[in-house]
């Protein structure tokens, strides 16, 4: 199975100031058709994920611009550029390039300062 | 608007069986995989179960494989999650996702005596 390993496990950001999320996955996530599937979700407490991004970099449907995603290979980073009080939450990352099973990061808690 | 519902969870005894539902409203299930995600209160996501978009291929986690079936009507665009042989560890919130894009709102399974 393919482990993915976040870091840090909780992350305490100044509104406005800009934050990163690591995943690394213990083997390559390009899959047979040519594409890297790692998607990055959202959970907001008391809600249901929401994913912000797939492919590792292509932002989902009103997703906002300070969200953004990269990387590739084994490696990959999701950051939101200015934090705003509404990205508290955990934050997944996920993949599904080698399956089953699809699986998921521990988790990444936001909090404000 | 898209939206999953979830509907079955409950409290149920060691060795007892439910039947979760997924139906869709604003979308189609028709070509989509469908997948069955659960969630220990406070803790991560764990993928349980995936079928493919004619019900021909299913998939599930090792910890639940020979105790979940998953299955699709497609006359009424519902995927279910037969689970029989409970156990205290199955008590999560169960996620059904599409493709793993969109997500329903949960149902909670408690399995305690």
């Known amino acids: 199975d393919v482990v993915m390993t976040q870091s840090p496990l909780s992350l305490p950001v100044t509104l406005g100031q800009p934050a990163s999320i690591s995943c690394r996955s213990s083997q390559s996530l390009v899959y047979s058709d040519g594409k890297t599937h790692l998607n990055w979700y959202q959970q907001r407490p008391g809600q249901s994920p929401r994913r912000l991004i797939y492919e590792v970099s292509k932002r989902d449907s009103g997703v906002p611009d300070r969200f953004s995603g990269s990387g590739s290979g084994t490696d990959f980073t999701l950051k939101i550029s200015r934090v705003e009080a509404e990205d508290v939450g955990v934050y997944y990352c996920?993949?599904?390039?080698?399956?089953?099973?699809?699986?998921f990061g521990q988790g990444t808690e936001v909090e404000i300062k | 608007e898209v939206l999953l519902v979830e509907s079955g969870g409950g409290l149920v005894q060691p060795g007892g069986s439910l039947r979760l539902s997924c139906a869709a409203s604003g979308i189609t299930f028709g070509h989509y995989w469908i997948h069955w995600v659960r969630q220990v209160p406070g803790k991560g996501l764990l993928w349980v179960s995936h079928i493919n978009s004619d019900g021909s291929a299913t998939s599930y986690a090792d910890s639940v494989k020979g105790r979940f079936t998953i299955s699709r009507d497609s006359a009424k665009d519902t995927v279910y999650l037969q689970m029989n042989s409970l156990r205290v560890e199955d008590t999560a919130v169960y996620y059904c996702?599409?493709?793993?894009?969109?997500w329903g709102q949960g149902t909670p399974v408690t399995v305690s005596s």
């Open positions: 996920m993949q599904g390039s080698h399956w089953p099973p699809w699986t």
């Open positions: 996702t599409r493709s793993f894009d969109y």
